[in-house]
């Protein structure tokens, strides 16, 4: 489990999330993007990155900044109105349990040089084990690989069913713009 400065337990952060952040620069700048409550920001946080969360529920938002002074966060409709984050890159960014398509090659563009993208969300088939069964919010089969094309090296990519936390069928990828390389892969 996480907990926030108060000790407050929190819901547990993504397990590909855990596995993949070793690859942002300590210290670096992380958006994490659709954050919900901050389960994933908070263990960004507990390990010394810079947080910035976006999200439309403002009450979440407010409990995030109230728990965990250190992470920014900015209220958005993430799929009304202009790109929140135009002209700012990242060392990292996350995105888990979201999709609005619109908003891919802008999570691209806010990747900065050695950049590390983790991305996490329901697919094809999700809709046997319930919500969401929107196709508009389930990637096809391979999308996330056909997303990074050319543009980034992939560390990563996993797709199907799952059992933890709960039955689903998601695809997984972790990307990345490596142009220095000192830096692990």
Known sequence: ???????????????????FLPLVMPGGAILDLACGRGRNSLLMAERGYQVECADRDAEALAEISATTPSIVTRQCDLEAGPWPYYGRTFDGVVV???LYRPLLPMLLNALDINGVLIYETFMVGN??????SNPAFLLRPGELLELVGRRLTVVAFEQGEIDTPRPAVVQRLCATRRIDPKLPV
């Open 1 to 19: 489990m996480i907990t926030d400065m108060n000790g407050h337990i929190s819901e547990k952060a993504s397990l590909w999330v855990q596995r």
């Open 96 to 98: 888990t349990n979201y």
């Open 127 to 132: 809709e046997r084990f319930g919500k969401p």
